[in-house]
T-cell receptor, first 112, second 115 residues
Framework: AAGVIQSPRHLIKEKRETATLKCYPI?????VYWYQQGPGQDPQFLIS???????DKGSIPDRFSAQQFSDYHSELNMSSLELGDSALYFC???????????FGPGTRLTVT | AQKITQTQPGMFVQEKEAVTLDCTYD???????LFWYKQPSSGEMIFLIY??????QNATEGRYSLNFQKARKSANLVISASQLGDSAMYFC????????????FGKGTTLSVSS
């Protein structure tokens, strides 16, 4: 079965640079979520989209923005990167009304 | 207050034994969902099992079952017949209907299975 696809899988950036993470949900899933997992931490919810509209917002810094496109893929844009942004970034998808959120493999971002 | 509490930082079990990973939750919402995810050392988050607050039967998926005790606000994961490949971090998570779509995770339990 098709899973959530994230690209790139690994990314190294320097402080103050920008990064764009991409997420392709499971086909027919209409809801996308972004989570950030710091080293040794549990995942923290950043933001979610349903049918290309932002549905919920969590602890997403103002330096970050995200959107969902007409083909349902989503991009997380991160600017003015800081060392503390180094983390594993997960995208998850689901069908609205269904409980399960299926996670992608994650993008490991390292800021140096 | 913690919404999801996993009190066992680490658990050790031998192959073929059953193991229970504890999870308690805190919510005033009547409608919520409880989830368990497995995170191997490779990093991916693998969905294991889901229990809705209105589900009367405990959820089961293969070797995984969720022992849902609503009055005690607990949602323990039971893994039967442990395998070496079960060694991983296990996260309990909750979604509250009134809080939207976000999953709130516990701190996780590291399970080590030995032969």
């Amino acid at each position: 079965a098709a899973g959530v696809i994230q690209s790139p899988r690994h990314l190294i950036k320097e402080k103050r640079e920008t990064a764009t993470l991409k997420c392709y949900p499971i086909p027919r899933h209409d809801t996308v979520y972004w989570y950030q997992q710091g080293p040794g931490q549990d995942p923290q919810f950043l933001i979610s989209f349903y049918e290309k509209m932002q549905s919920d917002k969590g602890s997403i810094p103002d330096r970050f923005s995200a959107q969902q496109f007409s083909d349902y893929h989503s991009e997380l844009n991160m600017s003015s990167l800081e060392l503390g942004d180094s983390a594993l970034y997960f995208c998850a998808s689901s069908l609205v009304g269904e409980g399960e959120q299926y996670f992608g493999p994650g993008t490991r971002l390292t800021v140096t | 207050a913690q919404k999801i509490t996993q009190t066992q930082p680490g658990m050790f079990v031998q192959e073929k034994e059953a193991v229970t990973l504890d999870c308690t939750y805190d919510t005033s919402d009547q409608s919520y969902g409880l989830f368990w995810y497995k995170q191997p050392s490779s990093g991916e988050m693998i969905f294991l099992i889901y229990q809705g607050s209105y589900d009367e039967q405990n959820a089961t998926e293969g070797r995984y079952s969720l022992n849902f005790q609503k009055a005690r606000k607990s949602a323990n994961l039971v893994i039967s017949a442990s395998q070496l490949g079960d060694s991983a971090m296990y996260f309990c998570a909750m979604r509250e209907a009134q809080a939207g779509t976000a999953l709130i995770f516990g701190k996780g339990t590291t399970l080590s299975v030995s032969s």
